[in-house]
């Protein structure tokens, strides 16, 4: 059994005990030590610059041209901290139980608890750092409220939060880097994760810019990759983002977690032809306003407007009458799935819901709306080329964040010594299901409050262990190995594109593992990719060279997805309930609600990786809930 | 619709680049630009030849990674939009399309329309930050900031670094994206201790990069994906005066 | 002190604005040319003497050369390291859409301003401080004439006539941009600048365009 090594002492003091009793490195030792950060998302930035700051040497890379870029410079809608600035009865406790509510009971209480408690000093930074908050007219900090919860705990910058608190770990970055204690190496993809005499040593990537292998050594290596949910192609995420850092180092012997619970965003934009590329989300805060209706008959082939009132089904407003539009985000999406699947959705491909807006409009008028949503509703313009104040707004749920990653214990060490997962690239604190506003915390918590506690006191350990350099026979092996991939991709010379076998797995996986799964479909779905693995191995063809070249780098992301597919099929496969965004349909009520089962379930994923054409192993770490009291998630 | 493109084309930052031209059949209006052009590399790769590599990533207009000249013009014919956000509805059956890097000497091409801006980060290194350390912040309540002067900082704030302004500046200049991290942090009351030297020291390390001078012609404003206002110039240029007669 | 590209600005803006003042003086000395001719005649002689003689005049005059000279010599630095900056070529460049035509061609409108420049300072300039003038009724050299006889010839008018609608649309971007580079940025005032810049420009244009084409139908003897 895997020791996610809590501290001792009452829920609200494990991490200050954590933090009275862990090692500290004199200065002048830090100075000796290098660490790798590999992705500078929020995150990573935030834990490059903080460790800099500390004292220690640090690397980060980005397959980015600009740290800058990373994706979490997309989120939109805010960060949550528990400031009761509202004076509405928020606390650090009731932020915790939201959180582990919100996750449906599949997260630990500690990281939870540490979460909510980090979350007061995350605010004070980023205001130090100069992000710009929304403020009241009195200058005091504006607050606004989020799906699930019933306080107002939500800071934002306009739709723009994730920007401007990435633009504030990456500004203190840059000064780590002007200070010379940050090397940023841009344009750089991690490729392998090398590990000496069990430990991790450093990472082999690849120079984007000039193909060049590279080798990089350091005492500790810390993986802030973000995501995975562009497996399903079709999706909110970045084109570049993928899961070939956690995946490789999987391979290397870090176990991942609750692989297949994959958050499915209910307003995003749906796919409208085959060529696209990607889901647009739209904000959350749509449904404060707007109502979301299918027509009541199936294969209704009219427009929108000329649909009568009597004839539209408001399906949340029927089924969860107490939340209605504002249900969380699983609950939504899947409500969403259920009518569309039953031939109701609307627009070209038949695949999306409408968002409208005009009870609002002829409620608040116009004026009321566009000094809400005005930005949102020009983004739709310039997408679809259609008024949304004349039309309901047509939306479909897609694939946006994934609460699986790299298991990690409570200092954020994944199964790997010496190698940390930070955001969401670790298995992280939502459980089954993140509530809005979350991530953006998460990710910033990981990075500026608790690595730099807990790699600290890993390190203090390797101080008198012998210095790795890059001449180490472990890099030149790794090396190798990738040399040969990136060769094989380039030699294949089939037919088909990267993107293909990717749209192709998408496809699948949305079908058979997306927002409900059963046993039949995660078992086909395994056939169906390992069948897709062998096509790609056969037929992949990549042209150009082996330095700049787009296609190339596809090809190993898509060729980790693949794998990664079959571990998120296997994941769903085992987990023979339905708990937050895991929907298994033999695992529901009469009437169509999920049904958890806390006597069989309560415990957290962990694969291991026992080779190609091996079945991965499970370990299960047990959730103990000392503090909280199970419950059954109901929003009717 | 079809489409005749004619895309630059450059192996290697010292090579030579020239003009390719390309015919796009079955491009329909609803795909973005760059969706047009996943359909013609799609259609390259079948062929057996290179890609176009072009630079790309969230797709929704706020990571700054896409940049292209379309017709002459930063990120295309729309005003206020990233060349993701555009979409093939803004041009017409059978139209040339001329696609080119953005250029300046201090964005050299890597490959194709692929350039190289880390000239930007160089110039947030030299001082487009506010120096607080991890842990040294105070109540966040404790610094007042006006619901204005947030939000002005909100709109320097904004600026995604995509470059467009330096594109469409005749003289190459970075003016605006340097003026917008100057307004940034000035406005606001914790980076407004630094001004003086943030000031000097970005202004001198936007020439380092080789950057033009500002003719305030105005052209970035009308480009900028983010409609970032050019009298952060002028204050840019207030900043900079003030530190330069005040200084010891 | 390291010349950073905010620093040339400050000295084209600066020297600039001295031109701008100047321009009026200069406008307000030559209006007096649409007096009836006889008080015209001693009156435009009298102020271009008074001009020539005084201490306080003199140091001006010597900083409008100087002004002159920098404005122009900046001028080209800023456009060297302009082009340099550009790197290569863009091979279809529609940029000029999103552009006034003025602001983006100041170096030429300028180029057209000193070629006229030269042109004035050898007919009048030169000619009133090394040339042999006659003297009017009161002894002053009759500059007045000079001016009356060089306006009668259509070429001489058009030629002045053009290279005021240079100043024009220099003026026009020149005004606002060099209160940019000082540092107006408050939104109300940087639109009250760019009215008083209209107001300013128009008015010394056609202030000065008036006078050639006055001298030239009124005048004709």
Known sequence: ?636 | MKLYLKIWRQEHRESKGDMVSYEVEGISEQMSFLEMLDLLNERLIKKGERVIEFDHDCREGICGACGMMINGRAHGPLSGTTTCQLHMRSFKDGETVYIEPFRAAAFPVLRDLKIDRSAFDHIIQSGGYVSASTGQAPESNSILIAHDTAEAAFDAAACIGCGACVATCKNSSAALFTSAKISHLVLLPQGKLESADRVIKMVGQMDAEGFGHCSNTEACEVECPQEISVLHIGRMNYEYNKALALRK | MKQTTLIYKLVMATTGLFLCFFLIIHLLGNLQLLSPPELAREQFNWYSHLLSGNILIKIISYVLYLSLIAHAVYALIITRVNIKAQGSKYVYDKRSKVSSWNSRNMGILGTIILIFLIIHFKDYWYVYKFGNLPLDAKGNKDLYTIVITSFQQGWYVILYELSFIALGFHLLHGFFSASRTLGLYHRKYAVAIRVVGWIYSLAITLGFMLIPIYIYFNLNS
Not at chain 1, 537 to 565: C, M, P, W, Y
Request: with cysteine; aromatic share 10%; net charge neutral.
């Open chain 1, 1 to 636: 059994m895997i020791d996610a090594k809590i501290p001792e002492g009452n829920l609200a003091d494990k991490w200050s005990n954590y933090k009275d009793r862990s090692k500290l490195i004199n200065p002048a030792n830090r100075k000796k030590l290098d660490i790798i950060v590999v992705g500078t998302g929020l995150a990573g930035s935030s834990c490059a610059a903080t460790l800099a700051e500390q004292g220690y040497n640090v690397k980060s890379f980005c397959f980015q041209d600009s740290a800058r870029r990373a994706h979490s410079v997309a989120a939109q809608g805010g960060v949550n901290a528990a400031k009761n600035y509202k004076n509405d009865g928020d606390s650090v406790y009731r932020m915790f139980y939201d959180t582990i509510k919100g996750g449906d009971f599949r997260s630990r209480e500690a990281n939870v608890y540490r979460l909510a408690e980090c979350s007061l000093a995350l605010i004070d930074q980023a205001v130090a750092q100069g992000v710009p908050f929304a403020r009241e007219y009195a200058g005091y900090l504006s607050n606004r409220s989020f799906g699930g919860v019933q306080v107002s705990r939500t800071f934002y910058a306009r739709g723009q939060t994730g920007q401007q608190l990435l633009i504030g770990a990456y500004q203190a970055m840059m000064r780590q880097e002007s200070l010379g204690k940050v090397k940023t190496y841009t344009r750089h993809e991690m490729l392998d994760l090398v590990l000496v005499d069990g430990k991790a040593r450093g990472i082999i990537a690849r120079n984007l810019e000039t193909g060049k292998i590279e080798r990089h050594a350091a005492n500790a290596v810390v993986l802030a990759t973000g995501g995975y949910g562009k497996v399903y192609y079709l999706s909110t995420l970045a084109m570049g983002c993928n899961t070939s850092a956690i995946w490789r180092a999987h391979k290397k012997g870090a176990y991942m977690s609750g692989v297949s619970w994959i958050q499915f965003h209910p307003t995003c934009l749906p796919q409208i032809g085959e060529t696209q590329s990607k889901l647009t989300l739209m904000s959350e805060s749509l449904r404060n306003d707007g109502r979301i209706w299918v027509p009541r008959k199936a294969g209704d082939d009219r427009v929108p407007n000329e649909i009568p009132e009597e004839e539209r089904d408001y399906y949340l407003e029927r089924r969860y009458p107490t939340f209605g539009n504002l249900s969380p985000r699983d609950i939504s999406s899947r409500a969403a799935k259920e009518r569309i699947d039953a031939g109701c959705g609307l627009g070209p491909m038949k695949n999306a819901v409408c968002l409208d807006f005009s009870k609002a409009l002829k409620e608040q008028g116009r004026d009321k709306i566009e000094e809400k949503y005005g930005n949102l509703f020009r983004m739709y313009e310039k997408i679809n080329g259609v008024d949304a104040y004349k039309e309901p707004m047509l939306i479909s749920p897609a694939a946006h964040f994934t609460m699986g990653g790299l298991w990690v214990d409570y200092d954020l060490m994944t199964t790997i010594p010496g190698l940390f997962a930070l955001g969401e690239a670790n298995f992280s604190d939502h459980g089954a299901n993140r509530l809005g506003a979350n991530s953006l915390l998460q990710s910033c918590v990981d990075g500026y409050f608790i690595a730099p506690y807990t790699i600290p006191n890993f390190l203090s350990t390797e101080l008198k262990s012998e210095k790795v350099t890059t001449d180490h026979p472990a890099f030149a092996e790794a090396e190798m190995v990738i040399r040969e991939q990136l060769d094989r991709f380039l030699n294949v010379q089939g037919h088909l594109s990267a993107d293909h076998f990717h749209k192709t797995l998408g496809k699948l996986l949305y079908d058979k593992c997306g927002l409900s799964r059963t046993k039949e479909s995660l078992e086909q779905a395994i056939i169906e990719i390992e069948a897709l693995k062998k096509s790609f191995d056969h037929d992949l063809k990549i042209t150009g060279d082996d330095q700049v070249n787009s296609e190339l780098e596809k090809a190993g992301r898509v060729s980790d997805f693949l794998e990664l597919g079959i571990l998120m099929c296997y994941d769903a496969l085992q987990r023979e309930e339905s708990c937050g965004a895991h929907f298994r349909e033999e695992f529901q009520t009469a009437d169509g609600e999920a049904v958890r089962n806390d006597e069989d379930f309560c415990y957290v994923s962990a694969w291991e990786w026992k080779g190609e054409d091996r079945e991965p192993v499970l370990h299960k770490e047990p959730l103990v809930f000392e503090t909280v009291k199970l419950t059954v998630r109901s929003y009717k």
